[in-house]
């Protein structure tokens, strides 16, 4: 079983940044696939990035360019920068984990075993 707690999150004007973190309990880390997903307000969960086990990346168009995904293993966490933020940004950010023998960027929700608590930000005009 693994466990994912997310710290950060909270309220910032437009333009400005936050980073999340995801850290995650147990001693493979290494070997999890980690994905960012968000949920605004009366929308559906949707992905925001993922990063494989490899380091490979994915970002969805609507925050590519702005929002940088990374992982550090030696910590146990994965990161989420996200930078140039927009009011429609506003949402439950939740991380997820699932082990993975691919090098692929798992991308959506089913391909994901376990989940943060989420983490509220909001982006104020």
């Known amino acids: 079983q693994v466990q994912l707690v997310e710290p950060g999150g909270g309220l910032v004007q437009a333009g400005g940044s936050l980073r999340l973190s995801c850290a995650a309990s147990?001693?493979?880390?290494?070997?999890?696939?980690m994905g960012w997903f968000r949920r605004a307000p009366g929308k559906e969960r949707e992905v925001v990035a993922g990063i494989s086990r490899s380091g490979g990346t994915y970002y969805a168009d609507s925050v590519e360019g702005r929002f940088t995904v990374s992982r550090d293993n030696a910590k146990n966490t994965a990161y989420l920068q996200m930078n140039s933020l927009k009011p429609e940004d506003t949402a439950v950010y939740y991380c997820?984990?699932?082990?993975?023998?691919?090098?692929?960027?798992?991308?959506?929700?089913?391909?994901?075993?376990?989940w943060g608590q989420g983490t509220q930000v909001t982006v104020s005009s």
């Open positions: 147990g001693r493979t880390f290494s070997s999890y696939a």
């Open positions: 997820a984990a699932v082990e993975s023998r691919s090098t692929r960027v798992v991308v959506t929700t089913a391909g994901y075993d376990y």
